[in-house]
């Protein structure tokens, strides 16, 4: 069996981890792979949110998915429905020609939605950050 807290601060420190290089990658101007790792951040967080309420196995990739699963247990989650919606665009478009087409994803994206996915992220790990706190679940 897990251990509910340590899954927990390993999952949230992999997403802390996946939005400190998105930080990196939006001061070299690599757009479309910020926007990726804002939204693998993302759904990262929430996923600690999930194992620290105990649950064994969590799959999906959908933010939005995640938070209806979550916010029975954490209502405070209701506040990131849209910025949900916005970062659920870049999980597959961001990387893969074929999901843009006639484009390429490192040329389709700007530095606005970068920073728009970074600034979200951020706020949706404040909120995560605060719940599992709540909880007694201490993250960095």
Not at 7 to 27: K, M, N, T, V, Y
Not at 28 to 39: P, R
Not at 121 to 126: A, G, P
Request: a neutral charge; aromatic letters at 8%; glycine letters at 8%.
């Amino acid at each position: 069996m897990k251990d509910s807290p340590g899954e927990a601060r390993r999952w949230f420190d992999e997403a802390g981890s996946d939005l400190a290089f998105a930080r990196i990658g939006h001061r070299e101007g690599f757009h479309s792979k910020v926007c990726f790792l804002c939204q693998q951040a993302a759904e990262k967080a929430l996923k600690a949110l999930a194992y620290g309420d105990g649950e064994r196995y969590v799959p999906g990739h959908s933010l939005q998915d995640l938070v209806d699963r979550l916010v029975s247990r954490h209502p405070s989650l209701e506040s990131l429905r849209d910025l949900c919606r916005l970062l659920d665009q870049y999980y597959v478009p961001t990387r893969y020609p074929n999901a843009l087409p006639g484009g390429v994803p490192h040329r389709s994206y700007t530095e606005g939605q970068a920073r728009e996915a970074i600034t979200g992220c951020e706020q949706l790990m404040l909120v995560v950050r605060e719940e599992l706190r709540r909880m007694h679940i201490a993250v960095d």
